[in-house]
Nanobody, 121 residues
Framework: VQLQASGGGLVQAGGSLRLSCASS????????MGWFRQAPGKEHEFVAA????????NYAASVKGRFTISRDNAKNTVWLQMNDLKPDDTAVYHC???????????????WGQGTLVTVSS
């Protein structure tokens, strides 16, 4: 499966962005989907995950209550709605697809290219 992330940009603190991740192929619905991010000089970090059906989600503590992950299997797309953005949210965001639901990067075998989110103070 090929993944294409988009929607990043520059936003002021307190603002919102919506990231999209479009998948090619007809097998999107069999994959658990996740978003991860990596800030300059920091470790790769789990952000959010959503199950195949969309009925189950998981969030990192740092984004819970501010970010929402969703998907539409008919559109082969997963989104990450990011509200109340903070400078610490500045990072390259990657979407990923895998078989096992969870927050471990090792669960995801397919990765899209990143989209840069920059939050100014």
């Amino acid at each position: 499966v090929q993944l294409q992330a988009s929607g990043g940009g520059l936003v002021q603190a307190g603002g919102s962005l919506r990231l999209s991740c479009a998948s090619s192929g007809r097998t999107f619905s069999i994959y658990q989907m996740g978003w991860f991010r990596q800030a300059p000089g920091k470790e790769h970090e789990f952000v959010a995950a959503i199950s195949r059906s969309g009925g189950r989600t998981n969030y990192a503590a740092s984004v819970k209550g501010r970010f929402t992950i969703s998907r539409d299997n008919a559109k082969n797309t997963v989104w990450l709605q990011m509200n109340d953005l903070k400078p610490d949210d500045t990072a390259v965001y990657h979407c990923a697809a895998g078989i096992t639901f969870g927050s471990e990067a090792a669960y995801y075998g397919y990765w899209g290219q990143g989209t840069l989110v920059t939050v100014s103070s």
